[in-house]
């Protein structure tokens, strides 16, 4: 199938199929991100509401990388866009020279705002990519359940399915954590919320050495 399609099957199983959250929070570790803080991501237009989207037609079959971030950048933004996400234009990364940032993102229909980003080097590969599920006011706390569907279908689209089950079970015994992390192919994957005090807001990061060892701006 078509990458799209590849990727719009995998969000759709792992959104069905993500666990409740069973860990309790770990303590803030350092980081180097280009996720803005909640509400802060630049679209193109007002993230719109959530809309029934027709999977794309079935074509030839697509293997995911087997290491590293599993699809083309293109393709990852391709399929946001087609289930009704709305995207910016690329703007210089904060955190690493010679990267630009992407970011999409749309209100669900609870309300709850949904933003994806994918951080890319010249050559347009993906460094960093992240996903993030805020609350409908940012005096709420935000149930680490009602983010695992979007965020366990952003770890589909980031690793393939194979590689991403594995990682949907840790996700959901920390999303909702202050910080935590695991690794995966040669990929540093990290939950996190804005704050240690702010649980308006779950956030789902994956990122590359190269991204993370790159000079700032």
Avoid: K
Avoid at 16 to 31: L, N
Avoid at 73 to 96: E, F, H
Avoid at 112 to 137: C, Q, Y
Wanted: proline fraction near 11%; charged fraction near 15%.
């Amino acid at each position: 199938m078509r990458p799209a399609a590849a990727l719009l099957a995998l969000a759709a199983v792992f959104a069905a199929c993500s666990p409740g959250p069973t860990a309790a929070p770990a303590s803030v570790a350092p980081r180097t991100s280009d996720a803005p803080l909640p509400s802060a991501a630049a679209t193109s237009t007002a993230a719109p509401t959530a809309t029934a989207t027709a999977a794309p037609s079935p074509s030839a079959e697509v293997t995911p990388n087997p290491v590293g971030f599993a699809f083309a950048a293109d393709d990852v933004l391709a399929y946001y866009g087609g289930i009704g996400y709305a995207c910016s234009q690329p703007t210089p990364s904060r955190q690493a020279a010679g990267y630009s940032v992407r970011s999409c993102a749309l209100v669900d229909p609870a309300g709850r705002t949904l933003t994806i980003a994918e951080v890319t080097d010249l050559t347009g590969s993906l460094g960093d990519a992240f996903a993030r599920v805020e609350a409908t006011n940012p005096a709420e706390i935000l149930d680490p359940a009602d983010a695992l569907g979007p965020l366990s279908g952003f770890l589909g689209a980031m690793l393939g399915s194979e590689r991403a089950a594995p990682q949907i079970d840790w996700l959901a015994a920390h999303a909702g954590d202050a910080y935590a992390e695991t690794s995966d192919a040669g990929l540093r994957i990290a939950t996190y919320t804005p704050t240690a005090d702010d649980h308006s807001t779950i956030v789902l990061e994956l990122a590359d050495p190269t991204y993370l060892g790159a000079p700032r701006p």
